[in-house]
């Protein structure tokens, strides 16, 4: 990714995550240390439910440098993480996001 084209991003972080999971704990703290210092971060905090992740989710996906992956015990059980997770998938391939894979 240039720096013209990172410049250019709406946040520096993307924080995907099972919000049942970690929501209370290790994400919380993960984003009050982003935002201490000074880091822009988007974290979806809010609890709706849906068949499709919506297209502000994937605009803030799209408007990031780096996405964090938050891979609790039922990540990969909620159809929605992993709606975000293809999306974050295309944007590293298309538009070199660096991925952070968090175990």
């Given at each position: 990714m240039?720096?013209?084209s990172r410049n250019n991003k709406?946040?520096?972080?993307?924080v995907s995550f099972r919000?049942?999971?970690t929501r209370d704990n290790f994400t919380s703290h993960l984003?009050?240390?982003?935002?201490?210092?000074?880091i822009q971060t988007f974290i979806d905090d809010q609890l709706n439910r849906g068949d499709e992740i919506s297209e502000s989710l994937v605009n803030a996906i799209e408007a990031s440098?780096?996405?964090?992956?938050?891979?609790?015990?039922s990540y990969a059980s909620s159809r929605w993480c992993l709606d975000e997770l293809v999306?974050?998938?295309?944007?590293?391939?298309?538009?070199?996001?660096?991925?952070?894979?968090v175990f």
């Open positions: 240039t720096s013209s709406k946040y520096d972080v993307f919000g049942e999971d984003y009050s240390a982003l935002s201490r210092q000074n440098a780096i996405s964090v992956i938050i891979f609790s015990e999306k974050i998938l295309e944007c590293k391939k298309e538009y070199a996001q660096i991925l952070i894979p």
